[in-house]
């Protein structure tokens, strides 16, 4: 055993010690005669000049061109549609994951209000019932009515913002009223002149 770890302590001591090598240079002529590249065997470049040649194409090749030619404008409508149509989307997507939020962690006593305006709204509709007209206006009525009740803030800010809009829109119609009147009633063949029957 002994003579086991002489034998393997000598070469590994000697790995532990460090010294340096200097390399004695030759003083050899250069070279008179240096080789190109191109000389070598490997980098020969064959004398004859190469063409690229385009394979003709297939007739399956064609009819794919001619049919992606003719789907590019609709590809393209399609994308800008998608565009378009994404951040609404996402928004939308967003209001949804918002409001089930909010029914999750829903304040107290929502759920009962809720109620009592859903109810005044089909009691609305029971009270429509033979016209059109009333089935349009009594429901939204009835639930905005209940709903005022218990969101008064809400209300007055959503009656000044509707009422604005009210305002624009029938000044609109009006002016537009007018111009119709004017281009088709005030025309100087349809004026009656009083002169003239005289």
């Not at 055993?1 to 000697?14: E, T, W």
């Not at 080789?35 to 009819?63: A, F, M, W």
């Not at 000044?160 to 004017?182: A, N, P, R």
Request: net charge positive; charged share 20%; with cysteine.
């Amino acid at each position: 055993m002994f003579k086991v770890i002489q034998r393997s302590m000598g070469p590994a001591s000697l790995s532990l010690l460090t010294f340096k090598v200097y390399a004695a240079s030759k003083k050899d002529p250069p070279p008179k005669m240096s080789v190109k590249i191109d000389e070598l065997s490997l980098y020969t470049v064959p004398e004859g000049q190469s063409k690229y040649v385009e394979e003709p194409r297939t007739q399956l090749e064609e009819s794919i061109s001619h049919f992606r030619h003719y789907c590019e404008p609709y590809t393209s409508w399609c994308q800008e549609m998608y565009s378009q149509t994404k951040p609404k989307m996402q928004s939308l997507f967003q209001l949804g994951l918002d409001s089930y939020d909010y029914l999750q962690n829903s304040p107290p006593g929502f759920f009962p209000r809720l109620g009592v305006i859903g109810f005044s709204g089909l009691v609305g509709l029971l009270l429509a019932r033979g016209s059109k007209i009333k089935k349009l206006v009594y429901p939204p009525s009835f639930m905005g009515l209940a709903a005022s009740i218990y969101y008064p803030q809400q209300a007055i800010v959503f009656l000044q913002v509707s009422g604005e809009k009210l305002y624009d829109w029938g000044l609109h119609g009006y002016i537009v009223v007018e111009d119709l009147w004017k281009e088709n009633f005030q025309k100087p063949g349809n004026v009656k002149n009083s002169s003239g029957n005289k």
